[in-house]
Every structure is written in C-alpha cells, then in structure tokens.
C-alpha cells in the first residue's frame, strides 16, 4: 500500500513539473551566433523570468514542447496575456526578448 502512495506521489510530482536547465556556455555560444547581441546572462535572465512570470496562470512549458516558431509566436502573445493579468507591464521588451531567447535556445536538445 506505501508503495502505491509513493509511486502515485512521484508520478504526479514529475507530470507537474518541468525540469528547466540552466543555459550554459556551450548554449551561449549557440545564441550569439544566432542573435549577435546574446550572451549567457541575457539567457541567465530569461530564464529566472520564465520561472518568474509564465507560471501563474499554467505550469511551466517544457522548452521542447514548442519549436522556435511556435515559441516566436507565443511568447509574445504570452507576455500580452501576462501584462493585462498584472495590470501593467511586468514583462518588458528586454524580458520578453531573454525568455524567447532562452526557450529557443533550449529547445534544440
Ligand atoms: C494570464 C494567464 C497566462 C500567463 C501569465 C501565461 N500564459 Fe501561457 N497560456 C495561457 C492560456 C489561457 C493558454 C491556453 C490558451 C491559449 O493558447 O491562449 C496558454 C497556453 C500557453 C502555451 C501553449 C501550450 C500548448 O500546449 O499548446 C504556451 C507554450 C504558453 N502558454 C507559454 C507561456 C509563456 C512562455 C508565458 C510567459 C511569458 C505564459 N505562457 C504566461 C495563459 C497564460
């Protein structure tokens, strides 16, 4: 019976919860090649807001759930949605910019 609880317990434990890794230099290296003023802290950034903003609403996505155009395009109109939540602008330009960049990024693996 403790086994069953256990398992049930670790099976939604893991259903709800994404694993986002942390960007590193060889995924630094990958973004400034693809966006010429990216560097790993703008990715550090993206990814602490990520975390920050996109999860009020639902769960965090995993960064390969989308490709790079299906991210292109939600994570504007994501940061709309957040925006209106909050009554004002709690995802800037710059914020919106790091969490698509990190997601892209992220998502190739
Ligand atoms: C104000 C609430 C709200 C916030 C904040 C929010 N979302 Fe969403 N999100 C939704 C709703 C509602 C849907 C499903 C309906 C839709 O697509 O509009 C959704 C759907 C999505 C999907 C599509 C999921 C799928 O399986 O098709 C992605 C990806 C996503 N959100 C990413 C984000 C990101 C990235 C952020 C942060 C910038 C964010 N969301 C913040 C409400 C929100």
Redesign the pocket.
């Known amino acids: 019976m403790k086994k069953i609880i256990l398992f049930t317990f670790v099976l939604g434990f893991t259903a709800c919860t994404v694993k986002l890794m942390p960007p590193t230099k060889a995924d630094a290296d990958f973004a400034a090649k693809k966006y010429s003023d990216c560097n790993l802290a703008q990715l550090q950034k993206g990814k602490e807001s990520?975390e920050k903003?996109?999860n009020?609403?639902?769960g965090l996505?995993k960064p390969t759930?989308?490709t790079e155009e299906g991210w292109n395009k939600?994570?504007p109109m994501?940061?709309r949605?957040?925006n209106k939540?909050a009554g004002s602008v709690i995802?800037d330009e710059n914020t919106q910019n790091a969490?698509l960049r990190y997601l892209v990024v992220m998502s190739r693996k």
Do not use: N, P, R
């Open positions: 990520y903003y996109c009020s609403c639902h996505k759930s989308q939600m994570v994501m940061s949605k957040a939540k995802v969490i």
